[in-house]
């Protein structure tokens, strides 16, 4: 079984996952909380990480594409550029669970491969790699390959530590904690 990506209508996510399990099919939708302006002032709210995308695993025959495309809410089943339908690896689906479960704020950007590549190395998301960005806070951009995004989590810099590729393995080391004299 292969895990696949469903392009939904507008706001149809929830409603698109609660049919597929309906239906007997494994499915997954990444949620992140988000914060809102209403009346009463700022609110959490849990929205979908991904709009307009939910995962489904399944053997993908002919039967199955067409009981999946024929669900309401579901416009189609995401596809490369050459046609072939996209085939998200177990991977990146178990790195999706994980930062989602982490119970940290999570939002989707761009998908940015550039800069320098860490490791997480303590903390709820010890083991994951991305590339770092540093405006005024210091942010881990985790790429989803698959959707060709990236999902960007606030992070403490002690947390990190840079991934050197030297020769066969990839080993993390410790991160400079700021400048030397003479670093210029």
Not at 142 to 170: D, K, W, Y
């Amino acid at each position: 079984m292969k895990w696949y990506v469903l392009y939904t209508r507008h706001h149809h996510e929830r409603a698109v996952y609660e049919r597929l399990s309906v239906k007997g099919f494994q499915s997954y939708l990444p949620l992140a909380m988000a914060w809102r302006k209403s009346n009463r002032g700022l609110r959490k709210v849990v929205t979908p990480l991904f709009p307009r995308h939910v995962f489904v695993r399944c053997y993908l025959e002919m039967y199955a594409h067409l009981e999946l495309i024929s669900i309401p809410g579901v416009m189609r089943i995401l596809e490369d550029a050459q046609g072939r339908l996209r085939v998200v690896p177990e991977d990146e689906m178990r790195l999706l669970r994980r930062l989602c479960d982490a119970n940290i704020s999570l939002e989707r950007t761009g998908y940015e491969l550039q800069g320098e590549l860490v490791e997480v190395v303590q903390g709820r998301l010890r083991g994951i790699s991305g590339v770092i960005r540093e405006e005024t806070k210091t942010t881990l951009l985790v790429p989803i390959h698959t959707l060709q995004t990236s999902v960007a989590v606030e992070i403490n810099r002690a947390q990190l530590m840079p991934c050197v590729n030297g020769g066969e393995e990839s080993r993390p080391r410790p991160f400079p904690m700021g400048r030397q004299q003479g670093d210029d």
